[in-house]
T-cell receptor, first 114, second 116 residues
Framework: AQSVAQPEDQVNVAEGNPLTVKCTYSVSGNPYLFWYVQYPNRGLQFLLKYITGDNLVKGSYGFEAEFNKSQTSFHLKKPSALVSDSALYFCAVRDNTGANNLFFGTGTRLTVIP | DTEVTQTPKHLVMGMTNKKSLKCEQHMGHRAMYWYKQKAKKPPELMFVYSYEKLSINESVPSRFSPECPNSSLLNLHLHALQPEDSALYLC???????????????FGPGTRLTVL
């Protein structure tokens, strides 16, 4: 069975500081991992994905994520947070076997404080 | 054209009404999705179309009826909805059909549905 956990409902960080939004996953086969961001009353925007290859993935708006197979984690990071990064962030996973559904985590609300 | 469009942006309907939500993409994507999202919750998958054929129906009540007239268009027909169906309805598309597991999904802005 596939599942995703985002252990923090809320993350607060000061503007200019590094940010981390945590995600752990569970899949039967090899994982395909995604991060999406959602601004109020909007659809989800794709940030980045891990399929294979380099464990460090770089994405849109200066975000990056590190795939860690031993810890089954895919944490989202940014070196210097902006107030405009404040939004709801979803981690999602799909594996290479079984149902082709994309499983979303429960989301983490990021607030960047000026 | 790299976006998914959805109409209407907002919809208010009574429990006896019939209405439709529309989704369109011109990126040549062959998989299209309907999701339902409640406030502060993740999207819940409702339906998946792959190459214009329904491939996944997540046990959605029959008062929701999807339709895929062509590869660019996806509709969701609504009839006899309940107040608890009020939510943001999101459409998404991805490049390949069911086999495209590594493909990211592109989401539309959603339709905010209120059922009175």
């Amino acid at each position: 069975a596939q599942s995703v956990a985002q252990p923090e409902d809320q993350v607060n960080v000061a503007e200019g500081n590094p940010l981390t939004v945590k995600c752990t996953y569970s899949v039967s086969g090899n994982p395909y991992l995604f991060w999406y961001v959602q601004y109020p009353n909007r659809g989800l925007q794709f940030l980045l994905k891990y399929i294979t290859g380099d464990n460090l993935v770089k994405g849109s708006y200066g975000f990056e994520a590190e795939f860690n197979k031993s810890q089954t984690s895919f944490h989202l990071k940014k070196p210097s947070a902006l107030v405009s990064d404040s939004a709801l962030y979803f981690c999602a996973v799909r594996d290479n076997t079984g149902a082709n559904n994309l499983f979303f985590g429960t989301g983490t609300r990021l607030t960047v404080i000026p | 054209d790299t976006e998914v469009t959805q109409t209407p942006k907002h919809l208010v309907m009574g429990m006896t009404n019939k209405k439709s939500l529309k989704c369109e993409q011109h990126m040549g994507h062959r998989a299209m999705y309907w999701y339902k999202q409640k406030a502060k919750k993740p999207p819940e998958l409702m339906f998946v179309y792959s190459y214009e054929k329904l491939s996944i129906n997540e046990s959605v009540p029959s008062r929701f009826s999807p339709e895929c007239p062509n590869s660019s268009l996806l509709n969701l027909h609504l009839h006899a909805l309940q107040p608890e169906d009020s939510a943001l309805y999101l459409c998404a598309s991805s490049l390949k059909g069911a086999g495209g597991r590594g493909d990211e999904q592109f989401f539309g802005p959603g339709t905010r549905l209120t059922v009175l």
